[in-house]
Nanobody
Framework: VQLQASGGGLVQPGESLRLSCAAS??????MGWYRQAPGKQRELVAV???????NYADSVMGRFTISRDNAKNMVYLQMNSLNPGDTGVYYC?????????WGQGTQVTVSS
């Protein structure tokens, strides 16, 4: 099982980024994105079920959109109107048979 995240980078406030996560080794019932800012605990950003139901953190509601392509075993996070509070390492997560699997993380930095 492997989750490979990509798409992070350095952007200015108000700009957008799209994160991608390629999963292998099976289908995950739930996939999602978590982030960890320096000195803080890892927190949920957004999750999506295999059926397409979604859940977002209040802080990203209306700005971020999670989606998945089950045929390609991919999950995406479209991030708009980024602000410095969105800075952190973003981790792709997959849940299968009650077990959590994590990708290696991709850095997102929002700074002017």
């Amino acid at each position: 099982v492997q989750l490979q995240a990509s798409g992070g980078g350095l952007v200015q406030p108000g700009e957008s980024l799209r994160l991608s996560c390629a999963a292998s080794g099976g289908i995950f019932s739930i996939m999602g994105w978590y982030r960890q800012a320096p000195g803080k605990q890892r927190e949920l950003v957004a999750v999506i079920t295999i059926g397409g139901s979604t859940n977002y953190a209040d802080s990203v509601m209306g700005r971020f959109t999670i989606s998945r392509d089950n045929a390609k075993n991919m999950v995406y996070l479209q991030m708009n109107s980024l602000n410095p509070g969105d800075t952190g390492v973003y981790y792709c997560n997959g849940v299968r048979s009650g077990l959590n699997y994590w990708g290696q993380g991709t850095q997102v930095t929002v700074s002017s």
